[in-house]
């Protein structure tokens, strides 16, 4: 069994081909790498790059760059190579045998963030299972390289088993974590439709990885989650109620980051997560406009939600640091949207105020008087109503209520019997 690094940090060389025709774009996806290995407690000691047409089918590079990679990792004392792309089996295995050093991917990596990053029970099976379906196929490729348990990058997980030895054991592993993963979305499942039966509105934040998410999330309900400036610092979903400036309470949840070419064995694995989102009501997309290539991570992160089905659900994007702002910035006015900066107070009340006009565009216009004893309706009513106007008349001692409701609610329905004016849908565009 190859020996454990005990190193702080492992020194890692970058591997990147530009099968592009925009070099920016290239150049943003292997700065992302770096931040990917930095995450993973990784030191870049060096980079190398290729333009090709297409992967060279035995080492994905072609054979003089190889040469180049090995030079560098006598040089620079290289523990491990990390690719910028997904690799075959055997293009793993030929560069491992090549160079006698830990051969990854971008996938793998990630992963191996993940598996980091998981707090639940959820979570960790989650990553486990995502880890497990990446390796299966590729046991017979990573030769060595599998057999450091927790010694570094790409090593982190799955835990003490030696995949190599026994794809059948993998295989029952792997049915025992879809096993335990039933039960937990059947408690989630129940956890939603009784959120649902509360009538409580959900915003689900979502955006590329380090836009801010959390940091809005503790704004908002003052609530103190994990805020890091780092890639996948939340991993499990939170929920928090918050008030909108009306008074009406709503839930708000954040998610797990997105980021360009992820695992598709993550989307599988996290789908029982990512249902949050699916179940939203308003989805606030998180924009970082101080990264110089915001657009594409918008771009990725609105391609993720259509292959989630939930590209009907309505969205707010919001371009968050804009005390960072990069300065070809320019934001999308096809869609809503607003500048902030989570860190600015007065930032966030016009963001309260951006989300409660998007929840306003999904309800009807109510107008009832409430007698004095109907304290209980009252109640309902300032919490899951957004409240335009409420006077008491000393005469008739009835409470005068205006406001706006969701029609398709039991509260909506028991308001709109009893409104004084004709219930009418306020700006609603299909």
Known sequence: MQEINHKETENVVLVGCNFETDPTAFDH?????????????????????????????????????VDELQFLIDEKEVDTIVFNDELSPSQIRNV???????????????????????????????????????????????????????????????????????????????????HQLEAVVGHRERYRERRKQNEAFQV??????????????????????????????????????????????????????????LPTTLVAAFRSTLEE???????????????????????????????????SIPQLIVYNKSELKDDNFFPSHDEDSIEISALDKEDLTSLKHAIEEKVMEQMSEYHVLLKADEGSLLSKCRELTLIQQQDWNEETEHYDLKGYVFPNTALGHELAIRSVIEPKKVNIEE
């Not at 992302?32 to 080492?59: C, D, F, M, Y």
């Not at 809005?216 to 979903?237: C, G, S, W, Y």
């Not at 008074?247 to 954040?254: A, F, R, V």
């Open 204 to 261: 689900a934040i979502v955006g590329y990885t380090n836009a801010g998410k959390s940091t809005i999330l503790n704004r908002l309900a003052e609530v103190d989650t994990l805020e890091e400036n780092q890639l996948f610092a939340t991993l499990d979903p939170t929920t928090r109620q918050f008030k909108l400036p009306s008074g009406m309470k709503i839930l708000l949840s954040d998610t797990v980051g997105f980021i360009q070419d």
């Open 29 to 65: 996806s292997m700065d992302e790498l770096k931040s990917l290995v930095e995450t993973a407690k990784g030191t870049v000691v060096g980079t190398i790059t290729q333009n090709r047409q297409k992967p060279e089918p035995s080492t994905y590079i072609g054979k003089g760059k």
């Open 96 to 178: 491992h045998t090549r160079t006698k050093k830990t051969v990854i991917d971008r996938t793998q990596l990630i992963l191996d963030i993940f598996a980091s990053r998981a707090r639940s029970r959820e979570g960790k099976l989650q990553v486990e299972l995502a880890q497990l379906s990446y390796l299966l196929p590729r046991l017979a490729g990573q030769g060595l390289a599998l057999s450091r348990q927790g010694g570094g990058i790409g090593s982190k997980g799955p835990g003490e088993t030696q995949l190599e030895s026994d794809r059948r054991h993998i295989r029952r592993r792997m049915d025992e974590i879809k």
């Open 277 to 311: 989102l699916q179940e939203a009501d308003l989805l606030l997309h998180v924009v970082d406009s101080s990264n110089p290539d915001y657009e594409q991570h918008e771009r990725t992160v609105k391609e993720l939600i259509q292959q989630l089905d939930a590209e």
